[in-house]
């Protein structure tokens, strides 16, 4: 090795910055909410504005994006299972051809009183918090560093229970489903306001 060349060391154990979650809500936060449930084609349905250029942005910040979510519609038979897979690899390619990566997409398709196959309990099914300790678990997520984005009471009540930080939004139920009774730490008025207020809390904290 020659002098002028440097010596490139792999990052020791406990040096990296903690890898963070944003974990969002598919409808009513990603995607606006179906004027006539369920929405079975891709094709039918519209991203809440701005909220994908939000996903790129915090993507090239460091953010590692996952979709939560609970699937009623595919749970209780009124889409099928093929459909849904479907419109799921529409949604992430397109995301994929905008520049946003998603890490993994949390979808809970089974409910204690579903249809066929999908009639039993599952710790992936919100507000229970076994999709965000998964993340931990496997991707290496630091969850009191990471964020859950919704507009529903479930998705709040799991990230509290799981210590991430959480973020509403005045999109889709606007934390009105009736749920539970919950208080996130950060409003917004869409998914584009809580990565603006995330940046920018950021950019403030590096000066």
Same mark, same amino acid.
């Given at each position: 090795?020659?002098?002028?060349?440097?010596?490139?060391?792999?990052?020791?154990?406990?040096?990296?910055?903690?890898?963070?979650?944003?974990?969002?809500?598919?409808?009513?936060?990603?995607?606006?909410?179906?004027?006539?449930?369920?929405?079975?084609?891709?094709?039918?349905?519209?991203?809440?504005?701005?909220?994908?250029?939000?996903?790129?942005?915090?993507?090239?910040?460091?953010?590692?994006? %996952?979709?939560?979510?609970?699937? !009623?519609?595919?749970?209780?038979?009124?889409? =099928?299972?093929?459909?849904?897979?479907?419109? !799921?690899?529409?949604?992430?390619?397109?995301?994929?051809?905008?520049?946003?990566?998603?890490?993994?997409? %949390?979808?809970?398709?089974?409910?204690?009183?579903?249809?066929?196959?999908?009639?039993?309990?599952?710790?992936?099914?919100?507000?229970?918090?076994?999709?965000? %300790?998964?993340?931990?678990?496997?991707?290496?997520?630091?969850? =009191?560093?990471?964020?859950?984005?919704?507009?529903? =009471?479930?998705?709040?009540?799991?990230?509290?229970?799981?210590?991430?930080?959480?973020?509403?939004?005045?999109?889709?139920?606007?934390?009105?489903?009736?749920?539970?009774?919950?208080?996130?730490?950060?409003?917004?008025?869409?998914?584009?306001?809580?990565?603006? !207020?995330?940046?920018?809390?950021?950019? %403030?904290?590096?000066?």
């Amino acid at each position: 090795m020659h002098a002028h060349q440097r010596r490139r060391f792999e990052s020791l154990p406990g040096t990296q910055p903690p890898l963070r979650g944003l974990f969002v809500d598919r409808w009513g936060t990603l995607l606006e909410m179906p004027e006539r449930e369920p929405v079975a084609r891709f094709e039918s349905a519209r991203f809440v504005p701005g909220a994908v250029d939000a996903l790129f942005r915090a993507g090239h910040a460091g953010w590692r994006t %996952y979709l939560i979510g609970n699937e !009623e519609s595919v749970a209780r038979g009124r889409v =099928s299972d093929t459909a849904w897979q479907a419109f !799921e690899q529409a949604l992430l390619a397109h995301l994929a051809g905008q520049g946003v990566l998603v890490a993994r997409s %949390y979808a809970c398709l089974d409910h204690p009183q579903g249809k066929g196959s999908h009639r039993r309990p599952s710790v992936f099914r919100l507000p229970d918090t076994g999709l965000l %300790y998964h993340a931990a678990q496997v991707d290496g997520i630091a969850l =009191s560093q990471s964020w859950v984005v919704g507009d529903g =009471s479930l998705e709040t009540v799991a990230g509290s229970r799981a210590g991430c930080h959480t973020a509403g939004v005045r999109t889709g139920h606007a934390l009105r489903d009736g749920a539970f009774q919950v208080e996130p730490e950060l409003w917004a008025d869409d998914l584009a306001g809580v990565v603006r !207020e995330l940046l920018a809390c950021e950019a %403030y904290a590096r000066h």
